[in-house]
């Protein structure tokens, strides 16, 4: 049975009238638009407010694209989904890994009807952002998804069904992004999934394929078909965990807690540091030049099998490429007013046992902000997700915020009333 049964939207229509009036999730629906429904109330406690949002301007969408590894597969794309959607009236979207689009084409007046729903590139399509839809929760569960109308969390998209496939990195296994075929009922037809899940295969084998030549000697390649730059996006994860996560290519690679804040230091400071300077900001004791020196060597070995770009170069110590941290990308959504994308990445204190006087720094300024500008937006369903992390487990505050914003019938009071209490007990306050 296709998904756009008729008995399917009608249980679909009527568990989510259900979920409209109390915020609870039942009824006659599948089991992965529960699932997903759950998540989503945790970010959206009202469907009806679960509308996408630009975080790009043109210019910036533009630079972004170009330096994304998908725009090396954006031409396979094309020719297996985005040419015959043209005449089969539907659109075909590709999203990063963060579930914001990069790219929306297919049936030019679809394309405008869908500008009503924000559906365009350099809008952000994750549940957090919109709820249940196909390319946020295939992200989310980082597997093919197909939903069909009413399954949607935000009724605004009840008129369109679609299907989405997550692109995986050929090297790490990572999620790069999705692939997403929206329109009516022919979008979650049967053999759509099949088909945009054999275009995602092309697309991952052609960028095995660009990858392969990249790493040809420069005079085995000239002649090679042009091969787009922006193949690899390095990338290192240090929030939540002592154990650094390098992603450059090859296979992940995990550090050592003294190697991840080195790592972290270049990537802060493009220009370099000198070995000195790095003492000074990696050690809380005093440390020698002579000290540094040994370790960069012995992350250089450590680093060996991985691209050039991350590859630490002497005099002064500096990455030949940019190198993109977890912690940065934080920072920079919550200096460009993107709270809800930050508090979605972020997923703990930077190097959590680090002592090093620079990372503790970095560990301070994020957790800070990130705290700050939560509980000045003041969304509901923003500060509940926030309390879900570890580290606001006693915060109080954080916590009376979140009581005073809830409505008094919400099903979810009970539990913030219950952790108020338990704090103010167990610091002997009384109630504000």
């Keep these: 049975m296709e998904l756009s049964s008729d008995t399917l939207q009608r249980n679909a229509f009527a568990a989510h009238e259900a979920l409209g009036q109390d915020g609870s999730v039942g009824g006659s629906v599948r089991g992965l638009v529960q699932d997903s429904w759950r998540r989503s109330l945790a970010f959206l406690p009202n469907p009806a407010t679960a509308h996408a949002s630009l975080f790009y301007s043109e210019d910036e969408l533009e630079l972004y694209r170009q330096a994304h590894p998908l725009a090396a597969i954006k031409p396979v794309i094309d020719r297996l989904l985005v040419q015959p959607s043209l005449d089969a009236g539907m659109l075909v979207a590709v999203g990063d890994e963060n579930g914001r689009l990069l790219w929306v084409d297919g049936d030019l007046e679809l394309r405008r009807r869908a500008e009503g729903m924000l559906f365009v590139a350099g809008a952000d399509w994750s549940e957090a952002s919109v709820g249940t839809s196909a390319p946020g929760t295939a992200l989310a569960l980082k597997r093919s998804v197909q939903i069909a109308g009413a399954e949607h969390f935000n009724p605004v998209v ?52 660009h990858r392969l030549r990249s790493r040809l000697p420069r005079t085995r390649r000239q002649h090679s078909p042009h091969t787009p730059t922006a193949l690899y996006r390095p990338s290192l994860q240090i929030l939540g965990t002592d154990h650094g996560m390098v992603h450059a290519g090859g296979p992940p690679l995990e550090l050592s807690l003294r190697h991840a804040e080195l790592l972290t230091l270049l990537a802060l400071h493009p220009k370099g540091l000198s070995a000195d300077e790095m003492a000074v900001m990696a050690y809380p004791e005093d440390a020698s030049a002579t000290t540094v020196r ?31 941290v977890d912690a940065v990308q934080v920072l920079n959504y919550l200096h460009r007013g993107a709270h809800r994308m ?44 926030y309390l879900g992390l570890a580290e606001a487990e006693d915060d109080v505050e954080a916590w009376r915020l979140a009581l005073r914003l809830l409505p008094r019938r919400s099903p979810r009071r009970a539990v913030v009333v219950a952790h108020v209490e338990r704090l103010e007990a167990d610091l002997g306050w009384e109630r504000a």
């Design 158 to 209: 009840h008129p369109w069904s679609c299907t989405a496939v997550p692109l995986h990195d050929p090297d790490s296994g990572a999620v790069l992004g999705v692939i997403d075929i929206t329109g009516r009922a022919e979008a979650v037809a049967t053999h759509t999934l099949a088909l945009v899940e054999a275009a995602v295969a092309a697309a991952e084998a052609e960028l095995s394929v």
């Design 294 to 324: 040994a370790e960069m060597l012995r992350l250089r070995r450590v680093l060996a099998d991985q691209s050039d770009g991350v590859m630490p170069r002497s005099r002064p110590y500096r990455l030949p490429d940019e190198l993109v």
């Design 342 to 385: 930050a508090l979605a990445i972020y997923r703990g204190p930077v190097l959590p046992r680090s002592q090093s006087p620079a990372i503790v720094r970095l560990r301070s300024e994020v957790s800070t902000l990130l705290r700050d500008a939560v509980l000045g937006d003041g969304a509901p369903d923003i500060v509940l997700h």
